[in-house]
């Protein structure tokens, strides 16, 4: 484990000792928790993302076709 300093506003000190007696850990702890989620959120978003990007585009029309007027879309 590393250890680092933190800076923050009062409000978010005040607030994060007070979770973290609620979960029974230390602030350490829970902040080290938190980024952790984060950063596998983070993972899992960028996997989704590559995943979508390396699908073959499908084209919304054929190439002798023109698209389709705003209002016939929307039926107005």
């Not at 590393?2 to 923050?8: E, G, L, R």
């Not at 702890?29 to 980024?35: A, D, M, S, V, Y």
Request: proline content about 3%; hydrophobic content about 30%; overall charge positive.
């Amino acid at each position: 484990m590393k250890n680092v300093t933190v800076t923050m506003d009062e409000d978010t000190a005040r607030w994060v000792r007070i979770e973290a007696a609620q979960r029974g850990t230390s602030v350490s702890r829970l902040i080290g928790e938190l980024l952790q989620q984060q950063r596998l959120r983070n993972s899992e978003y960028r996997a989704a993302l590559e995943r979508y990007r390396g699908r073959e585009a499908v084209p919304l029309k054929s190439a002798n076709e023109s698209y389709p007027e705003r209002d016939s879309l929307h039926d107005r």
